[in-house]
């Protein structure tokens, strides 16, 4: 249930901010909330992280469209007492399935709109919720993994 749960949560939470990057945002004009360091800025990104593959989004959307399903598949197939597991898989399905509406229903690409800069020498490349989500699910699935690991006498400490 807890996969369930926080899949729905990230893809509604993640399909709103979007349609609100899409009604409010411009790409010419970013809306500056700390000037050098967070700003909201409208893209259109028909690749993957970092506007990789952006060539090819048909096979984007292929992959995304097979991997949310293995991630739903083991998220709803694991046991009850793995409530981390299941909560971090049910996190990146959100996104998963997020990003995938996108390439689905707005032309192949995916509205990205979260803009970082560090002292102004630095840029992030342009995000959305469903991407943190990605990345937050990842690091505590492997978080979890290697805990579980550590418990079991299966990493040795040096």
Same mark, same amino acid.
């Given at each position: 249930m807890r996969f369930y749960i926080y899949a729905s949560?990230?893809?509604?939470?993640?399909?709103?901010?979007?349609?609100?990057? #899409?009604?409010? #945002?411009s790409p010419q004009n970013p809306v500056k909330l700390i000037p050098?360091?967070?700003?909201?800025?409208? %893209?259109?990104?028909s690749g993957a992280a970092f506007s990789?593959?952006?060539e090819y989004p048909f096979l984007l959307t292929i992959f995304t469209f097979l991997a949310s399903i293995v991630i739903i $598949?083991?998220?709803v197939t694991l046991p009850r007492k793995d409530k981390m597991t299941q909560i971090a898989l049910g996190i990146i399905?959100?996104?998963?399935?997020?990003?995938? $509406?996108? %390439? #689905?229903? %707005?032309?192949?690409?995916v509205v990205d709109f979260i803009d970082?800069?560090?002292?102004?020498? $630095?840029h992030w490349p342009t995000f959305n919720l469903a991407d943190s989500a990605i990345c937050t699910g990842v690091g505590l699935v492997l978080l979890e993994h290697f805990m579980s690991m550590k418990k079991g006498g299966k990493l040795q400490e040096k």
């Open positions: 949560g990230i893809l509604i939470a993640d399909q709103i901010t979007k349609y609100s990057a #899409l009604t409010f #945002l050098s360091f967070f700003w909201l800025t409208l %893209r259109h990104n990789l593959f952006s $598949v083991w998220g399905a959100g996104g998963a399935l997020g990003n995938l $509406v996108d %390439r #689905l229903f %707005r032309g192949g690409f970082i800069h560090w002292l102004g020498k $630095v």
